[in-house]
């Protein structure tokens, strides 16, 4: 898959399996997960295996990205949209390991994922959500012009979706 972003600082590309561990330490960090909704990897064969069946980029040309940083290659987390055929939504999400909280790493490479949604892939729309209370991601959503459209229940958690048009991206 030839899926990669460039932005001034990251590099943004699909998950491989020598990213395993990254990830699966990314998911044990019960403060990296706490408003996902997402429980621990068992092992590292269960990330493992998560990177080797994940579809998205060969059927839908979109997926979760390793997010890294240009200068070192060093993995920050991952970033990016998600297609929900049962819905015909995409999403952006983004996961970042703590030390790169507070950076703008976030909205630095979900900005580069939302123009490769709505401008490369004409997308109409694109979705996010976060737990109400993680205020920190909806001040990412809040930076990137995505509009508050409705509050749900995920995970038995109060959620807020916004959304972006492709007419109101910058």
């Known amino acids: 898959m030839s899926l990669i972003l460039h932005t001034a600082r990251l590099s ?4 491989e399996l020598a990213d395993a561990q990254f990830f699966f330490e990314l998911n044990s960090d019960p403060e990296v997960i ?4 997402d429980k621990p990897f ?19 040309k979109q997926g ?4 890294q940083l240009k200068a070192t290659e060093e993995l920050l987390g991952w970033c990016g949209l998600k ?5 015909g939504e995409t999403d952006l999400g983004y996961r970042f390991k703590k030390e790169y909280w507070n950076k703008g790493y976030a909205t630095e490479a979900a900005h580069a994922c939302l123009e490769y949604g709505l401008n490369t892939l004409s997308l109409p729309s694109i979705l996010a959500t976060a737990v109400k209370e993680n205020t920190a991601s909806v001040r990412v959503m809040e930076k990137l012009g995505m509009k508050y459209w409705k509050t749900v229940v995920e995970h038995g958690e109060a959620c807020v979706v916004y959304q972006i048009q492709k007419s109101d991206f910058q």
């Open 42 to 60: 068992n092992d590292i064969e269960e990330t493992r295996s998560l990177i080797r069946n994940y579809d998205q980029y060969t059927k839908y």
């Open 83 to 87: 297609y929900h055929p049962d819905t």
């Open 64 to 67: 979760r990205l390793a997010v």
């Open 12 to 15: 943004l590309r699909p998950m």
């Open 34 to 37: 706490k408003y996902t909704g």
